[in-house]
């Protein structure tokens, strides 16, 4: 098993940045692809960004060039760095990680943008 904590949601006004953290513990050597999911009010969780172990990433259309996913295998952590925030980015944001033996989740952290 996988165990995932988030940090680092929050309030930002529109334009402005935030920085998503996300630590892996448990049985991290099994961990392929890792990122990070939001889900708005009245809509289906997807994905926003995506790391694999070797550092190829994928964005979703709506995040390219202003959100920024990073991680650090050493320290078994994964970040989303979001700048230029629109109020469209609103959402529960969750760290995943895709394991040989399944899917994990975090407990999610909210983002909110907004005047």
């Known amino acids: 098993q996988v165990q995932l904590v988030e940090s680092g949601g929050g309030l930002v006004q529109p334009g402005g940045s935030l920085r998503l953290s996300c630590a892996a513990s448990?049985?991290?050597?099994?961990?392929?692809?890792m990122g990070w999911y939001r889900q708005a009010p009245g809509k289906q969780r997807e994905s926003v960004a995506l790391?694999?172990?070797?550092?190829?990433?994928n964005y979703a259309d709506s995040v390219k060039g202003r959100f920024t996913i990073s991680r650090d295998n050493a320290k078994n952590t994964v970040v989303l760095q979001m700048n230029s925030l629109k109020p469209e980015d609103t959402a529960v944001y969750y760290c995943?990680?895709?394991?040989?033996?399944?899917?994990?989740w975090g407990q999610g952290t909210q983002v909110t943008v907004s005047s």
């Open positions: 448990g049985s991290i050597f099994s961990v392929k692809t």
């Open positions: 790391i694999n172990g070797v550092g190829s990433t």
């Open positions: 995943y990680a895709g394991s040989y033996s399944g899917n994990n």
